[in-house]
């Protein structure tokens, strides 16, 4: 079997009825589930019914489980273990790089958090 690329792909479920669009659908979010990830769910008329699930990676679960502490402030994070945090995320980094830390996760959060559309 020749390999497709995604562009050939792409044009070849185009072309399939919505039926069957909507098989290869099931069967890709049925893989996708068992492996952890899951795509939206999906009403009989197309529309969306829950987000996609993603896996966040232990910086992210860090600042989901602290970011209240830490309002207003950068934090630098490696690994899911607070490194730093500063209302001077410039000086912070200096004093993290000066420490040797390579690749350190660093956010800013935000007094107040802000509705995101996701673009």
């Not at 079997?1 to 479920?13: E, K, N, P, R, W």
């Not at 290869?24 to 197309?46: C, F, H, Q, V, Y």
């Amino acid at each position: 079997m020749s390999q497709l690329t995604y562009d050939q792909l792409a044009v070849a479920v185009t072309e399939l009825p919505l039926v069957e669009q909507k098989r290869l659908l099931d069967m890709i979010s049925s893989r996708l589930e068992k492996n952890g990830s899951a795509l939206p769910a999906t009403t009989a008329n197309g529309n969306q019914q829950s987000p996609v699930r993603l896996e966040l990676t232990k910086d992210q679960l860090w600042i989901r489980d602290n970011r209240e502490n830490y309002r207003g402030e950068w934090v630098i994070l490696k690994d899911g273990e607070l490194i730093g945090h500063s209302k001077d995320g410039v000086e912070l980094a200096r004093a993290v790089r000066s420490q040797g830390v390579k690749s350190p996760f660093i956010a800013f959060i935000p007094e107040e958090d802000l509705p995101w559309a996701g673009f």
